[in-house]
């Protein structure tokens, strides 16, 4: 079942998996069925994170024996978010059709909590197994968890029909990839706002070097520095080797490679003793015109959740070790002269559909700045791509992409990349910003509506399958 996430895009295996778990957990009591759910989720994280491993391989002698601990660790407490429904699923004894509308409403629920619980960790999500087909197109009415739901309903169908399951999957599948790909028009409008987005292509473990600073500096100069009708140069999460507001200097420098046109770029900056993952918008001189704090850290990564307990065991060089950022005050809206506003994103940010401004501060636009070098290169950058690519479905915003060793690319309202640089590779693309949508139903409503609808599908098909009081849903 991981295997239709990125870069595999294997979604069918879904349909074969998901029945079977169904069917593996109807076999057992409550005990049983939270076994087949844990042991399920940690082979599915296992497999679909195992890009987690590459920070720690960055200094290997330092962190590297941590490298497998940190994976085992993730996909097992992960794995409970799948293991606590299927046993919720046995409590309740369910019988009869209903049971498979239950089955995937808690599901549903398990993969929602895990998208909130502790700020969340919505990587890999069932839905973005379709990213590469039409499907991924109804997040733009029903979210990503609404997409999950309904292609689970579809998966367990033939197990309580049988071959009338099949050709209803089929026929459903099959409507919704025409239907839905008719949604996409061949050609989009597009702004008269053109962009450059500059890749370095920085590896993690040369990127601080300083033999090598140098060379990934010039980089962007000379990328920022290429004649052009650009309106906004963009440069990926911590692009410079100084803390922002301490090399005045620098910032001119910059500034006199672009031509005096607008840079953004992400860099690190300190309030004190205080430190943040920052993005700035430098305009002519250098003079930074906007600033924006990344505010949804990363656990572990930018900041240690709970310190004090991790102290009290003794472990006092993980809590130092662990990034000291902290959270900026919230995402806002962006207007920088004549262009269309737009909200920042910085790396991870990107990953959670409520982070996205929504009513009257909606953005025309969304501006990715992240350093994909951290996930290796492998299937971690190709997922993280695949999940900007939903967030610009689920609103119907384009999205513009700086990635410090790629994917960098200009993602339309559809999901489509205009433009891009390919991984491991250096050197910058000019690309046009497109038009925005309307806002989507999504962008409109949220989560709010579907799920409520999916509870209230859960709940109705617990007690109209309690009724039918057998031991096993699955009848012959």
Not at 33 to 57: Q, R
Not at 125 to 139: D, E, K, R
Not at 346 to 369: K, M, S, T, V
């Amino acid at each position: 079942m991981a295997l239709g996430q990125a870069p595999f895009h294997f979604p069918w295996f879904l349909l074969l998996s998901a029945p079977l778990l169904f069917l593996m957990v109807c076999t057992r009591g409550m005990r049983g069925a939270f076994g087949v759910g844990w042991w399920a989720g940690l082979g599915y994280f296992a497999v679909a994170l195992h890009w987690i491993v590459e920070p720690f391989l960055v200094d290997l002698a330092a962190t590297g024996w941590m490298a497998p601990f940190a994976l085992l660790f993730l996909s097992a407490g992960l794995a409970l978010f799948w293991a606590v429904p299927f046993a919720l699923f046995r409590a309740f004894g369910l019988g009869g059709p209903w049971a498979i509308l239950a089955f995937a409403g808690l599901w549903t629920f398990g993969e929602f909590a895990r998208s909130t619980v502790l700020t969340g960790f919505p990587w890999a999500l069932l839905a973005y197994g379709w990213t590469a087909t039409p499907i991924i197109q109804a997040t733009a009415f029903i979210g990503s968890h609404g997409v999950g739901f309904l292609v689970l309903v579809l998966a367990l169908l033939p197990v309580i029909w049988h071959r009338v399951g099949v050709a209803v999957t089929l026929a459903v599948l099959v409507a919704s990839w025409v239907g839905l790909g008719l949604r996409v028009p061949d050609e989009i409008a597009m702004t008269d706002t053109r962009l450059r987005l500059v890749q370095p292509n920085a590896p993690q473990h040369l990127k601080w070097h300083p033999d090598h600073i140098r060379t990934f500096w010039e980089r962007q100069l000379a990328a920022t520095a290429v004649p052009g009708d650009i309106d906004l140069i963009v440069w990926p999460e911590a692009a410079v080797p100084y803390l922002m507001g301490t090399r005045p200097d620098l910032n001119t420098v910059i500034s006199q490679a672009a031509g005096d046109r607008k840079v953004a770029l992400g860099a690190t900056r300190a309030d004190g003793e205080v430190l943040y993952n920052s993005a700035v918008i430098l305009g002519a001189g250098g003079n930074v015109e906007h600033l924006y704090d990344k505010h949804h850290l990363v656990p572990f990564g930018e900041f240690l959740p709970f310190p004090a307990i991790f102290e009290r065991f003794g472990l006092q060089g993980l809590a130092r070790n662990a990034g000291r950022f902290s959270a900026g005050s919230g995402p806002r809206l962006i207007q920088s002269g004549d262009i269309p506003a737009f909200q920042l994103l910085i790396c991870y940010e990107a990953i959670f559909a409520a982070e996205i401004l929504r009513g009257p501060d909606r953005p025309g636009w969304l501006l990715h700045l992240t350093n994909d070098a951290w996930f290796g290169d492998f299937s971690g950058p190709y997922q993280h791509l695949a999940q900007a690519r939903v967030r610009a479905i689920e609103f119907g915003l384009p999205m513009a992409r700086a990635a410090n060793t790629g994917v960098s690319a200009m993602i339309d309202p559809y999901g489509r990349l205009r433009g891009q640089l390919a991984l491991n590779t250096g050197g910058h693309v000019d690309v046009e910003l497109p038009e925005p949508l309307p806002p989507t139903v999504y962008a409109r409503f949220g989560d709010l509506p579907i799920l409520t609808l999916i509870l209230a599908i859960t709940v109705g098909s617990v007690a109209f399958g309690r009724r039918n009081g057998a031991n096993s849903p699955v009848r012959s």
